[in-house]
C-alpha cells in the first residue's frame, strides 16, 4: 500500500520550534519530488515548501521563508520541515505530497502537481 503518514504536530508556544515528520512506505521517496502544504481553517490549502528529487533544490512560499527548512532523509524514507520562531498564523492542519516529477531538478508548491498526499496533522501555535 503506497502511503504518507505526517507525524509531530502538537501545540506551541509563538516563537517556539516543532518538526513536522513525514514516512512513506510502499515507494521510494528519494525518486520524487515531495512537498509540504498547510490548510487553516476557512482557508484554502497552500503550499509551503518542497525539494526536488535529484539536486536538493528547494522552494519556500514566502510566509515562511527564513523560518521553515525542508529537508529529506532518503535511506530513512523519510521526509521533514523544521519549523522555527513560529508564529500564530501558521496554525493549519500541515500535509506532505508526492510527485515523480519529469524535471528531476525542480520541485513546484501547487497542489495538483502531487498525487500522493498524507492525512494531515495539526499544529497549532498559541499562548
Known amino acids: 500500500q503506497l502511503q504518507l503518514v505526517e507525524s509531530g504536530g502538537g501545540l506551541v508556544q509563538p516563537g517556539g520550534s516543532l518538526r513536522l515528520s513525514c514516512a512513506a512506505s510502499g515507494f521510494t521517496l528519494g525518486y520524487y519530488a515531495i512537498g509540504w502544504f498547510r490548510q487553516a481553517p476557512g482557508k484554502e490549502r497552500e503550499g509551503v515548501s518542497c525539494?526536488?528529487?535529484?539536486?536538493?533544490?528547494?522552494y519556500y512560499a514566502d510566509s515562511v521563508k527564513g523560518r521553515f527548512t525542508i529537508s529529506r532523509d532518503n535511506p530513512k524514507n523519510t521526509m521533514y520541515l523544521q519549523k522555527n520562531s513560529l508564529k500564530p498564523e501558521d496554525t493549519a492542519v500541515y500535509y506532505c505530497?508526492?510527485?515523480?516529477?519529469?524535471?528531476?531538478?525542480?520541485?513546484?508548491?501547487?497542489?495538483?502537481?502531487?498525487?500522493?498526499w498524507g492525512q494531515g496533522t495539526q499544529v497549532t501555535v498559541s499562548s
Open positions: 505530497a508526492a510527485t515523480h516529477a519529469t524535471v528531476q531538478t525542480m520541485c513546484l508548491i501547487t497542489r495538483t502537481w502531487y498525487n500522493r
Open positions: 525539494i526536488s528529487s535529484s539536486d536538493g533544490s528547494t
